[in-house]
C-alpha cells in the first residue's frame, strides 16, 4: 500500500512540473532581445524635445569656456550612440561637471544658467547611474539619455535667453 502512494506522488510530481518548460525557440528570442543594444542613433533620433542652438553671439561668450565646449562635443557623441563618457567612472564625472561650474565665465555667472549646470549635472550623474547598473529598464535608459540632452538644450536656452536680454538693456528708447 506505501509503495503505491509513493509511486502515485512521484507520478503526480512528474505530471505537474512537465509542462513548466519553455520551447527552446522562446528561449532564444529572450536572449537576443537581451542582447539588442539598448540605445541606438535611430532611438536617439526619434526623441521629441526642442534642441537649441547657440547664437552667434553665444558661440563667441563660450568660445573661452573650454569645459561648456567638451560637454558640447560630448552631447554630440551622445546623439550618436556613443555612451562611453556618460558610462565611465562617476568621479571623473563629477570631477567634470564641477570644474564646469566653476569655470562659467563672468558674463553668464547668472541664477538660471548657473541652475541649468546644476541640473545637467543632476541628469549626468542619473544616466551615469542608469547606464552602469545592470538591474535598469530600458525604457529608464532611454528616458535618461532624453533627459540629458534636454538639459544640455535648455542651457543653450538661458545662455542665448541672457544675451539677448543683454542686448535689449543697451537699447535705448528714443522718447
Not at 512528474?14 to 540605445?39: A, H, R, W, Y
Not at 521629441?48 to 569656456?65: C, F, H, N, P
Not at 567612472?89 to 563672468?106: A, W
Request: proline share 2%.
Amino acid at each position: 500500500m506505501r509503495i503505491r502512494f509513493f509511486l502515485f506522488n512521484i507520478s503526480f510530481l512528474l505530471l505537474i512540473n512537465c509542462g513548466n518548460d519553455k520551447p527552446s525557440s522562446e528561449i532564444k528570442t529572450e536572449e537576443t532581445k537581451s542582447q539588442q543594444p539598448v540605445i541606438t542613433t535611430k532611438v536617439i533620433e526619434d526623441f521629441k524635445y526642442t534642441d537649441y542652438a547657440l547664437s552667434s553671439r553665444g558661440e563667441t561668450i563660450v568660445a573661452d569656456w573650454g569645459k561648456y565646449k567638451e560637454l558640447a562635443i560630448q552631447v554630440d557623441y551622445l546623439k550618436k550612440a556613443d555612451l562611453s563618457f556618460f558610462n565611465g567612472d562617476k568621479s571623473l564625472l563629477k570631477g567634470f561637471i564641477d570644474t564646469l561650474k566653476l569655470s562659467i565665465p563672468d558674463t553668464l555667472k547668472t541664477n538660471p544658467i548657473v541652475s541649468r549646470t546644476t541640473i545637467i549635472e543632476t541628469m549626468v550623474l542619473r544616466l551615469n547611474e542608469h547606464l552602469t547598473l545592470d538591474n535598469i529598464d530600458n525604457q529608464l535608459k532611454r528616458e535618461s539619455v532624453k533627459e540629458v540632452l534636454i538639459a544640455f538644450s535648455n542651457l543653450n536656452y538661458q545662455i542665448n535667453k541672457k544675451l539677448e536680454r543683454d542686448l535689449y538693456e543697451k537699447i535705448k528708447s528714443e522718447f
